[in-house]
């Protein structure tokens, strides 16, 4: 079958490699759709937060289709769609789908029931393939007290996370306003349903979000990592406001007064993956009927997944570069 394979760092190819079969406990998926992400960049680079080796076939972003079912699986059946988490427990060791194991950039792959989730039909293959960062977003959301409409959050970053983070607030109710350089980003997050966007290489972003918010934000997400944005991200909160830090910033040092912490009260937390919430995150989606397909820019063929990996590296021109697979 086919594959995108990166066969070492920086040496990604589409390659045939042997079709898998499953054990009586597993279920063949056929892939569907599959997300590029900034970690499968790590990824290629050589560099994760886990050991890796290589070779090894990317992609954890993903939404297919169970084509068969092992004779032990009884809460699965052949048509089920379905998505999987990212981060797996083996008696052996904690897999990360897609880098410590091979992940979904292929036709087929056998995976374990207890990994997947069934997506609901009012919930298509395009939003299916954006489950995983939308996970992502609704959790840094979640994690610090969720958001309503009584409320107004200011979203720091208006990547993919930034703006899944904006798609889950907006779905709570909340007034959301989102804060990038890259026009493209700007029009998705109003295509979401943003109250407002900000160009902070045009404004002064804290001057443009106190007159926006007249006071600061109830909950502020910091999803970009950048040092600006870091800077700013205290004064972008109201007194006894929240803020959550799913921006990865990981060894950057900046200069940055923690004081205001202490004097307007903050409640800070960080965030990483999405533990626990993605039934609560499916069930989210298929409610609300958010539209998450805005951030889905691009779209390639299996066999063009070396020109889809060089577009997703423009952040100006893509956001969500996706392959479709089947």
Known sequence: M?????????????SQV???????????????????????????????????SYPVIPGHEWVGEVVEVGKNVSDMKAGDR?????????????????????????????????WLHKLPDAVD??????????????YAVMRNGGTNAAETVVVSGGGTIGLVSAAAAIGMGARVIVIDPVPLRRDIA????????????????????????????????EASGHAASLANVFDYARPEGRISMVGISIGQKFPVELGK?????????GCIGSPGVWPTAIRF??????????????????DDALQALELGKKPTEAVKVTLKIA
Do not use: W
Request: with cysteine; proline share 7%.
């Open 2 to 14: 086919k594959a995108l394979l990166f066969n070492e760092p920086k040496k990604p190819v589409v």
């Open 18 to 52: 042997p079709a898998p079969s499953i054990s009586d406990d597993e279920v063949m998926i056929r892939s569907r759709r599959v997300g590029i992400c900034h970690s499968d960049y790590e990824l290629l680079a050589g560099q994760y937060i886990i050991p890796i």
């Open 82 to 114: 379905v998505v999987g988490e990212c981060v797996i427990k083996t008696p052996e060791r904690i897999h990360h789908f897609g880098f410590s194991m091979d992940g979904a950039d292929r036709e087929l792959f056998a995976a374990r029931p207890e």
């Open 125 to 138: 293959d395009s939003n299916g393939a954006l489950i995983e960062p939308f996970t992502c977003g609704f």
């Open 190 to 221: 109003k295509r979401l349903g943003a109250y407002a966007t900000v160009d902070p290489s045009d404004v002064q972003p804290v001057e443009a979000v106190h007159e926006l918010t007249k006071g600061g934000a109830d909950l502020v997400i």
């Open 261 to 269: 912490i202490q004097s307007k009260d903050l409640t800070v937390r």
């Open 285 to 302: 989606l298929e409610r609300t009927g958010i539209d998450l397909s805005p951030i889905q820019t691009h779209s390639f063929v299996l």
